[in-house]
């Protein structure tokens, strides 16, 4: 009981130190949480750990320390307990693991890891033949159609594309948006929010749509919609 009230009291104040950028003493206090959690494992449900290893991990990256950042995502993956969960935090490990000199042997070791995640996943029946309207459909998954370093990125696909040839459609992985978001929606031909939704879902509604080239534009980052083209819709 003491050791997870423990756990408990240092995780909320790693939050209250990360919330005034003392990342050192927020680092200091998520490493005690996690050693008390760790001597009561009946009372750590996998959600909290995994939380404890995410925010470990981002005050790592925050001080320098890499291979902590690493070691601590990876944690953070073992304990997840949904796919989304389990994808994001081995996305961020390996996104982290660019800031390693690591071999080539150990970045794919990542990769497979990552591509284990979905196995099990049944890809969806080919599109045949030509679009209606003779177009090619483009569509671009990303949880950042809105003021975000991205958009400097996409903008020329979005605005400069020649809709005598090309059909675009965007699913947004985010609600939040902005006057950014206005104008890609005024720009391209269909705008469609599907945050919140499961990868399987999306993947159904991009198959759905007819789309020929699926785009992800967010790779692992941050909410990223990466895992649906593991559907290939």
Partial sequence: ????????????????????????????????????????????????RQSLY??????????????????????????????????????SAYLTAHYLPLDSAEIFSLQQSYQELFRQVRPLEAHGGKQADGRIHLGYLSADFRCHVLFAFYYAMLFCYDKQQFHVSCYSLSAETDAFTQ?????????????????????????EDGIDILVDLSGHSSGSGLPVLAWKP
């Fill in 1 to 48: 009981q003491g050791s997870r009230q423990q756990s408990f009291l240092n995780g909320l104040l790693a939050d209250m130190l990360d919330g005034i950028q003392d990342y050192d003493g927020a680092y200091r206090a998520v490493h005690e949480a996690l050693s008390h959690a760790g001597e009561e494992p009946r009372f750590a449900l996998p959600e909290y």
């Fill in 54 to 91: 995410s925010h470990q991990a981002q005050l790592a990256l925050c001080l320098g320390y890499h291979h902590e950042a690493l070691e601590a995502y990876c944690h953070a993956a073992d304990f997840a307990a949904t796919l989304p969960g389990h994808a994001a935090m081995l996305g």
């Fill in 183 to 207: 104008q890609i929606q005024q720009q391209v031909d269909v705008f469609v929010d599907v945050s919140g939704r499961s990868f399987a879902d999306i993947a159904q509604r991009v198959h």
